[in-house]
C-alpha cells in the first residue's frame, strides 16, 4: 500500500494527517487532452489491452475502450475510486471493455498489457519501473503524465496546455 510521508508533524497532527491522505498519491484528474496526448503517443489500438496504474475515476481507461476499442484494466487501491470508476463506465457504456481491480499497484499483476499509463509521482514511479521493466513484454508501451522514472529516458515526450506526457518502450 503506498503511503504518504508526514515528516516533522506533531504526533496528534501525524494521526489526523494520515487519516486525511492514506496514499503517497492524493486522486488528481487527469485533464481530457492530457488523455488524448497520453493515449496518441502510446499509439493505442483496438488490439491493446490498456492497464492505468492509480486509474482514479477511470477517465484513462473508459476513453481508451470507447475511443480505440482497448480492452483495459484499471487499478486503484482506493475503493471509492473504483466505485466511482465502475459507474462512470456502465455510464459512458464501456463496461464490457473494462475492468476495475482495487489493489495496490505495487502488488497486481500487471503482465498482460501492452500499454501501462501513469499519473504517478517520479519517487513512485521510479520504485514502479523495477516492475515494469521485469514483468512486461517487451515492446509494452509505458506512458506518464507529468512525472518521469529517473534514469529510464523517454523515447518521445509531448507537451499538452504545459502538461509533460512521456512514452518509454519496455527494452
Given at each position: 500500500?503506498?503511503?504518504?510521508?508526514?515528516?516533522?508533524?506533531?504526533?496528534?497532527?501525524?494521526?489526523?494527517?494520515?487519516?486525511?491522505?492514506?496514499?503517497?498519491?492524493?486522486?488528481?484528474?487527469?485533464?481530457?487532452?492530457?488523455?488524448?496526448?497520453?493515449?496518441?503517443l502510446a499509439k493505442v489500438n483496438q488490439g491493446d489491452t490498456l492497464?492505468?496504474?492509480?486509474?482514479?475515476?477511470?477517465?484513462?481507461?473508459?476513453?481508451?475502450?470507447?475511443?480505440?476499442?482497448?480492452?483495459?484494466?484499471?487499478?486503484?487501491?482506493?475503493?471509492?475510486?473504483?466505485?466511482?470508476?465502475?459507474?462512470?463506465?456502465?455510464?459512458?457504456?464501456?463496461?464490457?471493455?473494462?475492468?476495475?481491480?482495487?489493489?495496490?499497484?505495487?502488488?497486481?499483476?500487471?503482465?498482460?498489457?501492452?500499454?501501462?499509463?501513469?499519473?504517478?509521482?517520479?519517487?513512485?514511479?521510479?520504485?514502479?519501473?523495477?516492475?515494469?521493466?521485469?514483468?512486461?513484454?517487451?515492446?509494452?508501451?509505458?506512458?506518464?503524465?507529468?512525472?518521469?522514472?529517473g534514469d529510464w529516458k523517454p523515447v518521445k515526450k509531448a507537451s499538452?496546455?504545459?502538461?509533460?506526457?512521456?512514452?518509454?518502450?519496455?527494452?
Open positions: 500500500m503506498l503511503r504518504r510521508g508526514f515528516i516533522g508533524l506533531a504526533p496528534a497532527a501525524l494521526l489526523q494527517a494520515q487519516d486525511d491522505w492514506k496514499w503517497d498519491v492524493p486522486f488528481v484528474a487527469t485533464p481530457t487532452a492530457v488523455i488524448d496526448s497520453m493515449l496518441r492497464y492505468d496504474l492509480g486509474c482514479g475515476d477511470g477517465a484513462i481507461v473508459i476513453s481508451a475502450a470507447k475511443r480505440y476499442s482497448a480492452r483495459c484494466v484499471g487499478i486503484d487501491i482506493d475503493p471509492e475510486r473504483i466505485r466511482e470508476a465502475t459507474e462512470n463506465a456502465r455510464a459512458a457504456g464501456v463496461s464490457n471493455r473494462v475492468t476495475f481491480l482495487e489493489q495496490d499497484l505495487f502488488q497486481a499483476d500487471i503482465r498482460p498489457a501492452s500499454v501501462v499509463t501513469l499519473y504517478l509521482l517520479t519517487s513512485v514511479n521510479e520504485r514502479l519501473k523495477p516492475k515494469l521493466l521485469k514483468e512486461l513484454k517487451r515492446g509494452t508501451r509505458v506512458v506518464s503524465h507529468q512525472f518521469g522514472m499538452k496546455g504545459g502538461r509533460n506526457v512521456m512514452l518509454w518502450v519496455v527494452p
